[in-house]
């Protein structure tokens, strides 16, 4: 017997079900006279991934930017975990529980690949500069601590082989992977993929489908992804936003937002 | 052969972690630790201690100190000069205003008069990076030097507009002064160096290192894995000022004795700057090894002549001198440009696996 796929109601009647994460309401961006996000609307549900797509700028990628604070939209309000936000700074997202990996890898090329995990974790290290100094007692202990967390993600991502290796030196799938892991090691609930597999070669997306995947699975982390590749978005996420010059276009579970007329004329083209 | 690796098991993170992961590291350190405090000054003459050992030292803390701001946090700094001039006024201050006072609580105190200085020339690197930023920090290096001639309160009023240091004890022990034993003074800044580099190279394989270290190499980054990077800049500016501040006073109170203001103009910065790159930015070894290459060589080569028996003026050894030095600081950065410490990082890691090549 083999497994059903579930029908396009049952995957509907699912997403309603789940909790609202983060919820934006008629958000506006813009940089003097360019409009980057138009009256936007959407949201993002608990242990769900939601994908971001559209054309090239479309806004997909300062619509992250306004989830994780970067850049503060000029109208809207912006709901995350039952709280509406007021003004926010971008080193603040992570200790609400939101993290992000970039478009361009972002690493921090002079540090091994331990150290920039270990990074990640940098909000969560308390002991002050003295302990810090003598590298002794209470400081050595929260040093194993985060070093055994940050372990565990590094077994999770299978990157093992490479933990002492600067990661400038490193091959570009494998930089993508230390990204999601430094984002991982900030323990968000809200993971936010740039691009993810942007570059890669069809093994490594497949790698990377399935580690986004585990991700959301395992650790119940939910994600929201930006990705230009069709076949991977429509596989893994349970529900898609399309965006278009700015605006929402199409929003719904991946069926829905292939068979939407406007979305398959924004990627197409359209004679006017 | 003699750095092989193979037996040494790691089983938890603790030895992992550890100052010294390979044993090797460990024995050659005590080596050299030996060679400082006990070999060195069994043979040491008034000369090497005042010429050799004591500035090389010197000038390795106040390097170090820069390192951390350039090195670790990628701030680019041409005011190191002035704030260890800050220190050795400060360390002035507070050993007249507080006769009493032990010059060991006297010179990490006036570190933080030179930390708070520091972060105040510092802020500028919230807005502005790089050259430009550098151009920001030479300000300071004008302005403090100006002050120094200009304030006659911090050099209690003296006709000379000079700091001269008075005979200090440490339970009845001169160590600073005209009657000071270079000995006692040499041993007295191998110590304090000694705790400050222990103390540096933790909070740099600590958070504070990588909070750095992340600023550096990308600061948008840094700042959305949730670094406050004003903190991280700003403690970066305090921590390097701080030692470089104590290098100041070290250097005016227990080498020179006295120190006019222009001791602590461009020149010096320069010369700081040089050390930190020719050793290695984002290295604390690099310190000790470019300020023994860039200090110590050039005393080393105008002895040497007079060594062979040869009899050559002076004057032109001193131009011989410029020649080899700076030709030797650029073959060095064509060879490394990393500076001397990823050299020998580079000579260690072919050490362990010899005799393989991979």
């Known amino acids: 017997m083999t497994v059903m796929d579930p029908t396009l109601e049952e995957v509907k009647k699912r997403a309603e079900e789940r909790e609202v994460l983060l919820d934006l309401e008629n958000v506006s961006l813009s940089f003097g006279g360019v409009k980057a996000i138009t009256n936007i609307s959407f949201n993002i549900k608990k242990g769900e991934i939601r994908a971001i797509i559209g054309p090239n700028g479309a806004g997909k990628t300062s619509m992250l930017n306004v989830i994780n604070g970067f850049y503060q939209p000029q109208e809207g309000v912006i709901t995350f975990n039952g709280e509406k936000r007021k003004s926010m700074k971008p080193h603040l997202a992570v200790s609400q529980g939101i993290a992000r990996t970039f478009q361009n890898v972002a690493l921090f090329k002079g540090m091994s690949t331990l150290d920039n995990i270990m990074a990640g974790r940098a909000t969560r290290m308390k002991r002050n500069m003295f302990w810090q100094m003598l590298y002794w007692g209470p400081a050595q202990q929260e040093e194993i601590e985060h070093r055994k967390k940050v372990e565990e993600i590094i077994d999770f991502l299978e990157i093992q082989h490479i933990r002492r290796t600067p990661v400038g030196t490193l091959p570009y799938g494998l930089q993508k992977r230390v990204e999601l892991a430094r984002a991982l090691a900030m323990e968000p609930e809200l993971l936010l993929l740039d691009e993810p597999m942007a570059g890669m070669n069809l093994e490594e997306k497949e790698d990377m489908s399935r580690f986004i995947l585990d991700v959301n699975d395992q650790l119940g982390t939910t994600i929201a992804l930006i990705e230009h590749d069709m076949g991977v978005v429509m596989d893994l996420s349970d529900r898609v936003v399309v965006l278009d010059y700015g605006r929402k276009i199409a929003d719904g579970v991946p069926e829905e937002v292939q068979s939407n007329p406007e979305v398959i004329d924004a990627y197409l083209g359209v004679s006017h | ?358």
């Open chain 2, 1 to 358: 052969m003699f750095y092989r690796t193979s037996g040494q098991f790691k089983t938890t993170y603790e030895s992992d972690q550890a100052l010294f992961p390979i044993k090797q590291d460990m024995v050659l350190l005590v080596v050299i630790l030996a060679a400082m405090y006990v070999v060195f000054p069994m043979f040491a003459s008034e000369f090497t201690y005042k010429a050799l050992l004591v500035p090389v030292l010197i000038y390795s803390l106040a390097s170090l100190g820069l390192n951390i701001l350039t090195g670790y946090a990628g701030q680019l700094s041409l005011g190191t000069a002035g704030f260890m001039g800050v220190g050795a006024y400060a360390c002035y201050k507070i050993t007249t205003i507080f006769p009493e006072m032990n010059i060991i609580v006297a010179l990490f105190l006036s570190g933080f008069f030179s930390a708070a200085v520091g972060v105040a020339f510092g802020l500028p690197s919230l807005r502005i990076k790089g050259f430009y930023l550098a151009i920001a920090t030479l300000a300071s290096q004008f302005f403090l030097v100006w002050l120094f001639e200009k304030w006659a309160w911090l050099y209690n009023y003296n006709a000379s507009g000079a700091i001269e240091v008075r005979t200090m004890d440490i339970f009845g022990l001169v160590v600073t002064g005209p009657n000071a034993s270079p000995m006692v003074q040499y041993y007295f800044v191998l110590g304090i160096v000694s705790v400050v580099t222990f103390a540096m190279i933790n909070l740099t394989r600590g958070r504070y290192g990588r909070t750095w270290k992340a600023v550096r190499d990308m600061d948008i980054a840094a700042e959305l894995v949730g670094i406050n990077l004003m903190r991280a800049k700003l403690s970066a500016f305090a921590v390097s000022s701080y030692i470089v501040g104590i290098a100041g006073a070290l250097m005016v109170f227990f080498w020179k004795g006295a120190a006019e203001p222009n001791l602590f103009d461009i020149p010096m910065s320069f010369q700081i700057v040089f050390i930190a790159i020719i050793g290695g930015l984002g290295s604390v070894m690099g310190n000790f090894l470019g300020a023994i290459l860039i200090v110590a060589l050039p005393v080393v080569l105008n002895l040497l002549p007079e060594m062979l028996g040869l009899s050559i003026g002076s004057a032109t050894m001193e131009h011989v001198n410029v020649m080899v030095v700076g030709s030797l600081i650029i073959m060095f950065l064509i060879v490394e440009p990393h500076g001397l410490a990823r050299f020998w990082a580079l000579i260690r890691e072919k050490l362990i696996i010899w005799p393989f090549p991979h």
